[in-house]
């Protein structure tokens, strides 16, 4: 570990860190997670530097090869001689609350390549989770110089379709197989879809699965974008470059139409309502203990006090 890293000031980390030191990104990615004031500060620094990178969330049910798909992505990227960083949302450990690291052992083939930055993400102890998280880590990706962010989520959980869908690009990943077009329908993957994928498209039912999503398409509104479907075999990378090709095709669009502009406006009126429940929540927690807020409860129970009378006064003594 180099001595900027070795230190925990983020003005240092960052200098260091735009300077290319691997490590003092790591060390600032692990700040983000853990949150608190030094995540605070370095949000504050990395907020006006960055702007210029291209997010991609890649998402889809477990078992669609996203995993062995980005590997092959990251690969097509590096083949146009481009820096590419990987966020992998993971669940949390329930023993260490850290990010579980199967993503990056299976995009073991990059690691010793420079231009290749791969982090799996994990709550920790960030205040409002991987939702809050994240979008920090992309900033502070961008703000090193990295043009192209790739998210990559586990499943099709809330969180993950979330945070998939806020990014630039998204990528919606699924098998051959109807119940896969199903479960994507189901679970909102329409809706944020930019690009369908069908990987292990050498499988039988591709075919078909490709029909199916035309059909899913032609009872959505039109938004001036027709997500395209692609077949890919992750394995073997077949089909990465089109993947790719859509994906830069798909930005071209973004900047001519003002849709870029839109979404990340969108996006930050989203993460600042977050932040804000966050916020607000956190006061709930503080305000929902200690004797004032045992003696209002006694009341209550005592029903001398209704429970939104209750909630009044402790609202009311709280700090502005």
């Known amino acids: 570990m180099t001595t900027a890293a070795r230190r925990s000031d983020p003005p240092e980390l960052l200098a260091a860190a735009r300077a290319g030191d691997r490590a003092a990104v790591a060390r600032l990615l692990s700040l983000l997670e853990r949150g608190g004031e030094p995540a605070r500060v370095v949000g504050r620094l990395t907020h006006s530097l960055g702007g210029a990178a291209t997010t991609v969330g890649l998402t889809g049910a477990p078992g669609a090869g996203k995993s062995t798909l980005t590997s092959a992505v990251i690969a097509e990227v590096r083949r146009h001689d481009q820096p590419v960083a990987v966020l992998a949302v993971d669940p949390s450990s329930p023993f260490t609350g850290g990010a579980i690291l199967g993503d990056r052992v299976r995009m073991g083939d990059h690691v010793l390549d420079p231009g290749v930055f791969i982090r799996s993400m994990a709550t920790r102890g960030h205040l409002g989770g991987l939702s809050l998280a994240t979008p920090e880590a992309v900033r502070?990706?961008?703000?090193?110089?990295?043009?192209?962010?790739?998210?990559?989520?586990?499943?099709?959980?809330?969180?993950?379709?979330?945070?998939?869908?806020?990014?630039?690009?998204?990528?919606?990943?699924?098998?051959?197989?109807?119940?896969?077009?199903?479960?994507?329908?189901?679970?909102?993957?329409?809706?944020?879809?930019?690009?369908?994928?069908?990987?292990?498209?050498?499988?039988?039912?591709?075919?078909?699965?490709?029909?199916?999503?035309?059909?899913?398409?032609?009872?959505?509104?039109?938004?001036?974008?027709?997500?395209?479907?692609?077949?890919?075999?992750?394995?073997?990378?077949?089909?990465?470059?089109?993947?790719?090709?859509?994906?830069?095709?798909?930005?071209?669009?973004?900047?001519?139409?003002?849709?870029?502009?839109?979404?990340?406006?969108?996006?930050?009126?989203?993460?600042?309502?977050?932040?804000?429940?966050?916020?607000?929540?956190?006061?709930?927690?503080?305000?929902?203990?200690?004797?004032?807020?045992?003696?209002?409860?006694?009341?209550?129970?005592?029903?001398?006090?209704?429970?939104?009378?209750?909630?009044?006064?402790?609202?009311?003594?709280?700090p502005a």
């Open 140 to 318: 502070l990706l961008d703000a090193v110089g990295i043009p192209w962010v790739l998210i990559e989520t586990v499943g099709v959980g809330q969180v993950e379709v979330e945070i998939a869908g806020e990014a630039d690009t998204t990528v919606v990943v699924v098998n051959p197989g109807w119940g896969d077009a199903v479960q994507a329908n189901k679970a909102g993957l329409m809706e944020i879809a930019d690009l369908f994928v069908i990987n292990k498209a050498d499988r039988d039912g591709a075919e078909q699965t490709r029909r199916d999503l035309e059909q899913m398409l032609e009872l959505s509104a039109p938004t001036g974008w027709r997500p395209p479907i692609l077949m890919t075999v992750g394995t073997t990378g077949e089909g990465v470059g089109d993947l790719w090709g859509a994906v830069r095709a798909h930005r071209d669009w973004l900047g001519e139409s003002g849709e870029l502009e839109r979404r990340r406006a969108a996006r930050i009126t989203a993460e600042l309502h977050r932040i804000l429940a966050a916020r607000l929540l956190e006061q709930a927690r503080r305000l929902g203990r200690g004797e004032g807020f045992e003696r209002l409860r006694d009341d209550v129970v005592a029903r001398r006090l209704d429970p939104w009378a209750a909630v009044d006064a402790l609202l009311g003594s709280s």
